[in-house]
């Protein structure tokens, strides 16, 4: 279910599958006071999950809560990867961005970033007087696969599990159309600017090849709530 705040975008928890005390996001830098105390008291945040690289944490670093406590857990190793959409597009709108599918493939498989997975989900079972959130830079990619991930070990189905992945759009639709216009006015190129804008889009083609990797890996965490 969304969450109105005014600095947080494409934020959400899962109550409407049965699931409190769990909320996804992106970034938490613009985040205002007003949106700070609605965490708090509404949902009495306890935990925030940071899954960008230290160069994105460093770049936009997360509003602080007193009380709550901050994990660092970038499923990238900066060496590999390590892109930040919001700083990147806006510097060099015509740069090399990822293969999509790729980047969710290594994600899932690259032993490094299956590691931070196993904490991440450690950190998120792990018992607690409140709620967890987790976020990346556009609350898309690395928060999508965790989120996925975090559904599918709770018995959600994976059509289900798309379909919440595929809600982001709703948030970052009108962004997308915003750089592709912009990428296209400078570079004059509409494959640069539709890779643009496909970098803020979560899509079907780049979660689907990963989907039943995920399921296997869920397994291991299945009702350790």
């Known amino acids: ?11 959400r928890d899962f109550t409407e599958y049965g699931f409190q005390g769990y909320i996804r996001s992106a970034h938490l830098h613009d985040m205002t006071e007003s949106d700070a105390e609605s965490l708090l008291k509404n949902y009495k945040l306890r935990m925030v999950i940071d899954l960008r ?3 994105e944490k460093n770049e936009q670093p997360d509003h602080v809560m007193e009380g709550v406590e901050y994990l660092h857990i970038p499923l990238f190793n900066e060496s590999r990867v390590g892109i930040s959409h919001e700083k990147s597009t806006q510097q060099d709108m ?7 599918p790729d980047l969710y493939r290594k994600i899932v498989t690259d032993e490094f970033s299956v590691a931070q997975i196993k904490k991440v989900m450690e950190a998120i ?6 709620a967890v959130l987790w ?4 609350g898309k990619d690395r928060c999508g696969i965790i989120s996925a991930l975090f559904l599918l070990s709770r018995g959600i189905d994976k059509d289900t599990v798309m379909q919440d992945y595929l809600k982001t759009n709703e948030a970052s639709g009108k962004k997308a159309e915003y750089y592709y216009a912009a990428v296209l006015e400078k570079s004059g190129s509409r494959e640069i600017a539709e890779k643009v804008k496909d ?3 979560a899509k079907r083609e780049y979660m689907e090849p990963v989907i039943e990797i995920l399921i296997s890996q869920s397994r291991q965490y299945f009702g350790r709530d």
């Open 1 to 11: 279910m969304d969450i109105k705040l005014q600095g947080v975008k494409n934020i």
């Open 53 to 55: 690289t230290g160069v």
């Open 94 to 100: 015509d740069m090399m961005l990822p293969d999509m």
């Open 125 to 130: 079972n792990a018992r607690r007087d409140g």
């Open 135 to 138: 976020h990346c830079t556009e």
């Open 199 to 201: 970098a803020f889009l």
